[in-house]
């Protein structure tokens, strides 16, 4: 007979905690992201969908689902901002390389979720 042990759920956030770098001028900065909620980061549109963290008796993870957009300047005053989306999916705290965001001025990592 064959026992199974319910896996404890994962804690699903409100928001999540996480860390951009400007790849031109070296800047990094943390900041908070509401679930739902667009929040700028340089041109960057960043849209949390999700955010889990592992439970205490697990090995710490923090699993955050997101959208991005990018807003570049416009080459003429006159012309409206391109929307260029960058990604969708999952990103890991204990592995930011696996499923990284590709741009060529930013980079953003999963940190934490907000409680």
Same mark, same amino acid.
């Given at each position: 007979? @064959?026992?199974? /042990?319910? @896996? ?21 900065? =943390? ?5 739902? &909620?667009? !929040? &700028? ?6 849209? /949390? ?7 205490? *008796?697990?090995?710490?993870? +923090?699993? +955050?689902?997101? *959208? +991005? /957009? =990018?807003?570049? !300047? ?11 989306? /960058? ?5 890991? @705290?204990? $592995?930011? $390389?696996?499923? @990284?965001? *590709? ?10 979720? &907000?409680?």
């Amino acid at each position: 007979m @064959a026992s199974f /042990v319910a @896996a404890t759920p994962a804690f699903a956030a409100p928001g999540a905690v996480l860390r951009g770098l400007d790849k031109i001028s070296g800047q990094a900065r =943390d900041f908070t992201a509401p679930i739902g &909620r667009p !929040v &700028r980061f340089g041109t960057l549109e960043i849209t /949390v969908r999700s955010c889990q963290k592992a439970p205490p *008796e697990e090995p710490p993870e +923090v699993s +955050v689902y997101l *959208e +991005v /957009v =990018d807003h570049p !300047v416009p080459r003429r005053k006159d012309e409206p901002s391109p929307e260029k989306p /960058v990604m969708s999916g999952w990103i890991f @705290a204990s $592995s930011p $390389s696996l499923n @990284a965001l *590709e741009h060529p001025t930013y980079d953003v990592w999963a940190i934490d979720c &907000r409680s």
